[in-house]
């Protein structure tokens, strides 16, 4: 059986990167990625061969990838944290469908939302969203109902993709949606470059968060009401109740 993994590498660093998506990339003969990614792994595998294609050309890096493992090589397509949050996993999974004599493998990776979260402390430890608000698949009026019904239901939220060049305002736009709902004073915080070189973090409220200039390094985190600020990191109680703590 012809083998395709396709394996999400974590947020960047080796050591956030799970075992099993190491011994898949280990047992590869080759790698496809965007090159911001393939540019990650190559040090930890440099015998490889690396198939890579630029952003937005997807569809073909998928194919190029595919095309590999139908001859015979053992092929990992990656994916930056998860494959299966934003990643590549269902683009391969549409595209093999019906190809017997290929087996594809789905290899979990630690997504940023999770990542960036154990950065700012424990801003996701009750219920939570996550949305992109690249509007480049998905419209952007789709991006503000899901943003709205995601405040109304309070729910924390972790925001990827929050900026970039061609969309500079979008995360103060989404800040705007949620401040029609939320109050200013909301504890929220940003993650950079989790993993990597320059890595930062920073609390502050959702009214500061509007101004924050923010890019495709950041992810974003929103509190709910009963999110706070313990000891400088962000924190979204689950409920249980401390020692000391009188019970009603």
Known sequence: MKQLYVVGIGPGDKEDMTLRAF??????????????????????????????????????????????????KTTAMISSGDAGVYGMASLILEMTEGMRDLQVQIIPGVTAALSGAALLGSPLGHDFAV???????????????????????????????????????????ACDILLEIL???????????????????????????REYPADMFTTVFVGNASTRVIDGSLVTPRGYRLEGQRHE
Request: hydrophobic letters at 40%; a neutral charge; charged letters at 30%.
């Open 183 to 209: 109050p200013p004073e909301t504890a929220c915080g940003v993650a950079v470059n989790i993993g990597r070189e320059n890595e930062m973090k920073r609390v502050m409220a959702l009214s500061d968060l």
């Open 131 to 173: 949305i992109s608000l690249s509007d480049a698949l998905t419209p952007w009026a789709d991006i503000e109902k899901r943003l709205r019904f995601a405040a109304q239901a309070g729910l924390c939220l972790s925001i990827y993709n929050p900026a970039s060049h061609k969309r500079p305002d979008y995360l103060k736009r």
């Open 23 to 72: 011994r898949a990339l280990e047992e590869s003969d080759v790698i496809a990625g965007y090159g911001v990614y393939n540019d990650i792994v190559r040090p930890m595998f440099p015998d490889k061969e690396y198939i890579e294609t630029p952003m937005r050309q997807e569809r073909e890096r998928c194919r190029l990838a595919i095309d590999a493992a139908l001859s015979g």
